[in-house]
């Protein structure tokens, strides 16, 4: 073994941090106005942040193989907690969504770890069946028929975003492990019909997507947040306004703190500020993607794969929702939104990826 990726672990180290500052920069006027405490949720993101730290560095020195072994164990686990979190009194409503265990502010989405526990299971699968993933129906129709039993589970809370996310990581771990293209195109096909469906299913999805097109035929409605997070990346030019300076933070876009927060980034830091934080998050992706390639079998490749994967797929997501390409999705930005079962699950997930970059060629 060697030490674990020095450049991953650092620059996790820098965007964790610049975001628990950016959290209080966008959280302190709604904060002081709703709890009359204007460091209500940095201190929450604070002491998840210090968590999270902890727990990266932790997992990074478990073997990796801890999860091969232990693979279906996690995902029965997490589909238990998937089930348990759907019943009354158990599971907590929040922001329309039953989807969260935990008490006061503080709380855990199994969601988020079905995240993890999908992708070790799928890394496991495809590595014990890889010679034989051309027989569609037999290998790879159970892979994806776990799927989308965990992505119903989701949905009831509903939690589309996250739903989507689970998704499109476990294709992309497919697509690599080596299974025909043509499933691709039938996926494809199957997932547009789906989503028509959930869209005419729930009508406030059929406004988010009306709200997309066309934001300022609803602007005091559904086309509200992307206004407002326009309004806020527009002006904020080569530099920003400067640390603590956003405007609308101050009431104008609802909660910035945690799925618009990259808004609030663009008009305080302009666009130095995005430049900056892109390339934290290509830095990101790149070390993991080489960790992926240089691991030294098939289960940690299409992990660490799986993982950085999912990562990207979920930062591209909600920085399109943010400048306005795709609908809002509710999805969070990593190692920056507010929220501490996300920062929590995306450390330990790094910590995995950290393990495996110690035993790479």
Same mark, same amino acid.
């Given at each position: 073994?060697?030490?674990?990726?020095?450049?991953?672990? @650092?620059?996790?180290?820098?965007?964790?941090? &610049?975001? !628990?500052?950016?959290?209080?920069?966008?959280?302190?006027?709604?904060? +002081?106005?709703?709890?009359?405490?204007?460091?209500?949720?940095?201190?929450?993101?604070?002491?998840?942040?210090? =968590?999270?730290?902890?727990?990266?560095?932790?997992?990074?020195?478990?073997?990796?193989? &801890? #999860? #091969?072994?232990?693979?279906?164990?996690?995902?029965?686990?997490?589909?238990?907690?998937?089930?348990?979190?759907?019943?009354?009194?158990?599971?907590?409503?929040?922001?329309?969504?039953?989807?969260?265990?935990?008490?006061?502010?503080?709380? !855990?989405?199994?969601? +988020?770890?079905?995240?993890? *526990?999908?992708?070790? %299971?799928?890394?496991?699968?495809?590595?014990?069946?890889?010679?034989?993933?051309?027989?569609?129906?037999? #290998?790879?129709?159970?892979?994806?028929?776990?799927?989308?039993?965990?992505?119903?589970?989701?949905?009831?809370?509903?939690?589309?975003? @996250?739903?989507?996310?689970?998704?499109?990581?476990?294709?992309?771990?497919?697509?690599?492990?080596?299974?025909?293209?043509?499933? %691709?195109?039938?996926?494809?096909?199957?997932?547009?019909?789906?989503?028509?469906?959930?869209?005419?299913?729930?009508?406030?999805?059929?406004?988010?997507?009306?709200?997309?097109?066309?934001?300022?035929?609803?602007?005091?409605?559904?086309?509200?947040?992307?206004?407002?997070?326009?309004? *806020?990346?527009?002006?904020?030019?080569?530099?920003?306004?400067? %640390?603590?300076?956003?405007?609308?933070?101050?009431?104008?876009?609802?909660?910035?703190?945690?799925?618009?927060?990259?808004?609030? /980034?663009? +008009?305080?830091?302009?666009?130095?500020? !995005?430049? /900056?934080?892109?390339?934290?998050?290509?830095?990101?992706? #790149?070390?993991? &993607?080489?960790? *992926?390639?240089? *691991?030294?079998?098939?289960?940690?490749?299409?992990?660490?794969?799986?993982?950085? &994967?999912?990562?990207?797929?979920?930062?591209?997501?909600?920085?399109?929702?943010?400048?306005?390409? =795709?609908?809002?999705?509710?999805?969070?930005?990593?190692?920056?939104?507010?929220?501490?079962?996300?920062?929590?699950?995306?450390?330990?997930?790094?910590?995995? /990826?950290?393990?495996?970059?110690?035993? +790479?060629?």
């Amino acid at each position: 073994m060697k030490k674990f990726d020095l450049v991953l672990f @650092t620059t996790i180290l820098i965007i964790s941090i &610049f975001g !628990v500052v950016m959290v209080y920069s966008s959280s302190y006027v709604w904060a +002081e106005y709703k709890f009359n405490d204007p460091f209500k949720y940095v201190k929450n993101q604070g002491l998840f942040l210090i =968590i999270g730290l902890i727990l990266m560095i932790g997992v990074s020195k478990i073997d990796y193989k &801890f #999860y #091969y072994q232990n693979a279906n164990k996690i995902l029965i686990g997490t589909i238990i907690l998937l089930i348990l979190v759907l019943i009354p009194g158990i599971g907590k409503v929040r922001n329309g969504s039953r989807s969260w265990f935990g008490i006061g502010s503080f709380g !855990v989405q199994p969601s +988020e770890m079905a995240k993890l *526990a999908l992708v070790i %299971f799928t890394s496991k699968y495809i590595s014990n069946n890889q010679k034989n993933l051309k027989q569609i129906i037999k #290998y790879v129709l159970p892979i994806l028929g776990v799927t989308l039993f965990i992505f119903g589970l989701i949905m009831l809370q509903p939690d589309f975003g @996250t739903g989507v996310i689970i998704v499109m990581t476990i294709l992309g771990v497919l697509f690599v492990g080596g299974v025909p293209i043509s499933l %691709f195109i039938k996926a494809i096909v199957v997932g547009i019909i789906g989503i028509v469906i959930l869209i005419l299913a729930a009508p406030y999805r059929l406004k988010r997507i009306l709200s997309f097109l066309n934001p300022w035929s609803d602007p005091l409605g559904s086309g509200f947040q992307i206004i407002q997070s326009l309004y *806020a990346i527009g002006p904020g030019g080569l530099f920003g306004y400067g %640390f603590l300076n956003s405007r609308q933070k101050h009431f104008y876009l609802p909660e910035p703190q945690t799925d618009f927060i990259f808004s609030i /980034i663009s +008009e305080e830091f302009g666009f130095m500020g !995005v430049i /900056i934080v892109s390339s934290l998050f290509l830095i990101i992706i #790149y070390r993991t &993607f080489k960790i *992926a390639f240089q *691991a030294n079998n098939l289960f940690s490749k299409l992990l660490a794969f799986g993982l950085g &994967f999912g990562l990207a797929f979920q930062a591209i997501l909600n920085l399109m929702v943010v400048v306005g390409l =795709i609908p809002v999705t509710g999805v969070t930005l990593p190692f920056l939104s507010y929220g501490g079962s996300s920062l929590l699950i995306t450390m330990v997930s790094i910590g995995i /990826i950290l393990n495996i970059s110690r035993y +790479e060629k």
